[in-house]
């Protein structure tokens, strides 16, 4: 299976047109607004000698970010312009880009081949993908892991479409950031609450632990305040809970 030329269009064209400048992409938060606080969710269930894989990485923000607390950080990502915009951004060469198409079930295989059972990070993927590519993306997670990782997912929530609709009808229309994404395509927040579970569950994954959140992003609507995207947070594993390691809410 692979992703629609419709979709992967979409995404080459909005990454073209995107500068290099950190937060020119709405979703491009600081790292201590969405990677820092994940990886204290995730790191109490993960082994953090393994490496860690940013899939759906972008311009690469958050992938340098973990490869400060693995010993090896790849960024993956579909669009090849925003594995160029990462690489470019990645002056120290902290960590590694390549394009990967999640829903080519034997690239990703090879993925885990090459490196072996990893955590995974997936932040705001499966809600914007078609959605017959939501389950091979839970599907790739699942065969990156492995026997021994573990993934932190967070995905916007339905309440998200709400706040985006608020935010296209402030007085001017949607704020640059936002129309941006309209103009090319791109559709957030377009699956259910109760679609992501089951999709990881059908992966064959089980939930560690799971919560509420928001997504911050970096745009702002016309009085000033920040977009952040109402958002649920889980903690994956692959197959059966190891003892101990019971699912919370």
């Known amino acids: 299976m692979t992703v629609s030329e419709r979709y992967r269009q979409a995404w080459e064209g909005y990454w073209r047109n995107t500068s ?38 972008g311009n690469g923000t958050q992938t340098r970010c973990l490869a400060a607390h693995f010993p090896r950080a790849l960024g993956v990502d579909l669009s090849r312009a925003a594995i160029d915009h990462a690489r470019r951004a990645d002056t120290a060469k902290v960590a590694e880009f390549e394009q990967l198409n999640l829903t080519d079930a034997e690239a990703v295989r090879e993925l885990h081949e090459r490196l072996g059972d990893a955590n995974v990070y997936l932040r705001a ?53 936002l129309r941006r994404v309209f103009d090319h395509g ?14 990881l569950r059908e992966a064959g994954l089980t939930v560690l632990a799971q919560g509420p959140t928001t997504l911050p992003q970096t745009e702002y609507r016309a009085d000033g305040t920040r977009i952040d995207l109402p958002a649920r947070w889980f903690v994956v594993a692959p197959g059966t809970a190891p003892p101990g390691e019971a699912s919370r809410a």
């Not at 979703?27 to 490496?51: E, F, N």
Request: aromatic share 2%; hydrophobic share 40%; charged share 25%.
């Open 125 to 177: 993927v499966i809600h914007q993908s078609d959605p017959s590519d939501r389950r091979p993306v839970a599907e790739a997670v699942a065969t990156l892991l492995g026997r021994r990782g573990r993934a932190f997912v967070a995905e916007l929530t339905e309440e998200s479409k709400t706040v985006l609709r608020l935010a296209a009808q402030d007085p001017g229309g949607p704020p640059p950031k």
């Open 20 to 57: 290099d400048a950190p937060g020119e992409a709405i979703w491009d938060t600081d790292p201590s607004l969405a990677a820092i606080p994940h990886l204290r969710l995730l790191t109490p269930y993960a082994d953090t000698g393994l490496p860690i894989v940013d899939l759906g990485c």
């Open 186 to 199: 791109l559709r957030p927040a377009d699956a259910q609450d109760a679609e992501v579970p089951e999709l």
